[in-house]
C-alpha cells in the first residue's frame, strides 16, 4: 500500500485554462494530467464514477469532501479501466475501511498511471466552474509541478479542447462479444436479441438488459449496419460515451440507416443525442454539464420526477413544446419526453411514428439510483409490440411502470 502520508507531501497544483492555480499535494500517480475540468456531485459510488468511460479526457472534481474510505474491489468498475485523465479530492482517505475493499484508491490510481491531487477546496473549484463554466485545466505534481506558474498555464492552453473531440472510438471494444440471460438470474430461453453498440458502454448497462432475458450483442463503435444485420437483432441500443456527438457522423448514419429499416431503438446518453442528430436536430455544450446521481428529471407524459445518474456536457438543442416533425421529415413526429428540473434542458426524446425513444440519463446507474430503471422494460414492449405488428403509441401516458422494480434489489454499497 502507498505509504500516503510522503504522498500527500509531494506539492501539485491544479492549472485552469483562465489561470487560476490551487494548491495541494500529490495523490495517485505524480506527472502531468490534462484535460476538462468537471466536477461530480455523488455522495457515492467514486469507482463506477472513474471507471465510466464518458470522463474520458477530463479531469474529475469530487464534491463529496472524503473519499478512498471504502476503497476499491473487482466487481464495482463500470469497464476495464480507470478512464478520467486526472482526480480532484479534497480529503483523501489515509486507508480504506470497508468489508469489500481489496485495495486502496491511491493504489489502484498509481497502478494506472492515474495523476490526482488532493488537500484542495473543492467547493472553491466547483464554484469557479458553476461560475465561469467548464475548461481544460492540468494538474501537475512531482517534478512537472516544479515548473514557473507561465509555463504550466502555457501547458493547459496547448491542451485540446472537449468541442470537436472524437472519443468514442477511442473508448470502445475492439472486438465484439455477447451478454447471455442465462448468467444473470435469467431462467429459460432469452425473449429478445439486441445488438448494442459499445460508444464507451458501462457494464451494468448489458447486465441490466440481460437480467430481463435479452441477449446483448456488444459491438464496437466501428460497427456498420452488415454487422448489425448479422447478428439479425429484435432491436437496437446506443451506449453513452464520451466526446461532441457533433463528430458522430458515422454513428448518426447508422442509425438512420435502423430507424429507416424500422428496427425498435432505445439511446442513452450519447445514444440520445445521436438520436437528436439522426432527426435533424442540433447538439450544443452546456455550461457545466450534469454530472452526479441525483439529477432531478421529469417525465412529462405522466408527470412523475425521477432522481437519475448522469455524465454528459452537451446536450440535444429540440423543441419543448409538443410534438413536432422531425427535421429529416421521413421519421415523422417527436417530442421532448423528459425534462431536466434544473435547467429545462432535453432529457429524452420519443418518435411518435417510429418505433425509438432515448434519454439523455443512465437508468442503469451504479451506484444508484434506480428510479428510472423501468426504462427497459418499455424497451421490452416496444419490441414485444414491433414483433407482434402493433405500433405503440408513444405519445400515450404509460402504465405506472415507474413501479417496476430492478431485479437488483439493492445496491452492493
Known sequence: ??????ASSTPAALVLEDGRIF????????????????????????????????????????TAPHIGNTGVNSEDAESRRIWVAGYIVRDAARRPSNWRSERSLDDELVEQGIVGIQGVDTRAITRHLREHKTMRAGIFSGAAAEATEKELLNAVLASAPMEGARLAEEVSIDEAYVVEPKDHGWEGDARFSIVAIDLGIKAMTPVRFAERGV???????????????AVNPDGFFMSNGP???????????????????????????????????????????????????????MDRRTGKVEITSQNHGFAVDAPLDGPTTAPEERYGRVEVSHISLNDDVVEGLACLDIPAFSVQYHPEAAAG?????????????LMDDTRDGRTANLSEKPADDQNTTDSKTEDKK
Open 23 to 62: 494548491r495541494g499535494s500529490s495523490y495517485g500517480a505524480q506527472g502531468t494530467a490534462l484535460g476538462e475540468a468537471v466536477f461530480a456531485t455523488g455522495m457515492t459510488g467514486y469507482q463506477e464514477t472513474i471507471t465510466d468511460p464518458s470522463y474520458a479526457r477530463q479531469l474529475v472534481v469530487q
Open 369 to 381: 439510483p434506480h428510479d428510472a430503471a423501468y426504462l427497459f422494460d418499455r424497451f421490452i414492449e
Open 1 to 6: 500500500m502507498t505509504d500516503n502520508n510522503t
Open 215 to 229: 441477449r446483448v450483442h456488444v459491438l464496437p463503435a466501428t460497427a456498420t449496419i452488415e454487422d448489425v444485420k
Open 243 to 297: 466526446g461532441d456527438p457533433a463528430t458522430a457522423d458515422n454513428q448518426v448514419k447508422l442509425l438512420r440507416t435502423v430507424l429507416d429499416e424500422k428496427l425498435p431503438y432505445f439511446g442513452i446518453c450519447f445514444g440520445n443525442q445521436i438520436l437528436g442528430r439522426a432527426l435533424g436536430f442540433g447538439t450544443y455544450k452546456l455550461k457545466y454539464g450534469h454530472r452526479g446521481i441525483n439529477q432531478p428529471v
